[in-house]
Structures are given as structure tokens and as C-alpha cells.
Nanobody, 121 residues
């Protein structure tokens, strides 16, 4: 059974920072790509960022480029999302996922339960 557990969400003022973590258990973590997605209130879940198993390739949605950084520590079975210069429009539930290196949700097989990020103006 694969389990993904996110943490690090919370309430922060605009311009602030948060670092999300996602710990994966139950399978060989370092052979798989990882992604972060988010669902804002009243909106569909959308792609945020992805990273290959080696960490050598990353991709992110234009709206977070230059502000968010995805990284991973295979020794700890953990993927991170460093979020800087947060904006109110970043408010959402953030999910991590295991799968293929892709921005398409259908390419990910396992999902965490999500962590709430709220950015106040």
C-alpha cells in the first residue's frame, strides 16, 4: 500500500513563505517522478510542479515560476515544495502525487490527502 502524507500547510500573509513536504511510504520512492497539484475553492485541481526521479528535471506552471521550487530527497522519501512570495490566489489545498513526469493528473497513480494553504491579503 502506497501512502503519501503532506505537511507544512497553514495560514500566511501575502509575500510570505511556506515549505510543503510529502513523505512517501510503501514502495521504492526514488524510481518515480513526483508532482504537486492544487485545488482552489470553486476550481478544478490544477498542476503546480513536477520533478523527475533523479531531480535533474523540473517543470512548473507559469503562475508559480520564479516563486515556487520543487525538490526531493530520495534518502528521506520526501518531496518538497518551497513557496515564496505567496499571493492570495495561491490559496488552495495542495496535493502531492506519485507517477510519470507530467503535468497531467491522469499520469499520477497515487495521491496524498492534501494540505491547506491559505494566503491572506
Amino acid at each position: 500500500q502506497v501512502q503519501l502524507v503532506e505537511s507544512g500547510g497553514g495560514l500566511v500573509q501575502a509575500g510570505g513563505s511556506l515549505r510543503l513536504s510529502c513523505v512517501v511510504s510503501g514502495r521504492t520512492f526514488h524510481w518515480y517522478s513526483m508532482g504537486w497539484f492544487r485545488r482552489a475553492p470553486g476550481k478544478e485541481r490544477e498542476f503546480v510542479a513536477a520533478i523527475t526521479w533523479s531531480g535533474s528535471n523540473t517543470n512548473s506552471v507559469d503562475s508559480v515560476k520564479g516563486r515556487f521550487t520543487i525538490s526531493r530527497d530520495n534518502a528521506k522519501n520526501t518531496v518538497y515544495l518551497q513557496m515564496n512570495s505567496l499571493k492570495p490566489e495561491d490559496t488552495a489545498v495542495y496535493y502531492c502525487a506519485v507517477g510519470q513526469y507530467s503535468s497531467n493528473q491522469r499520469d499520477y497513480n497515487y495521491w496524498g490527502q492534501g494540505t491547506q494553504v491559505t494566503v491572506s491579503s
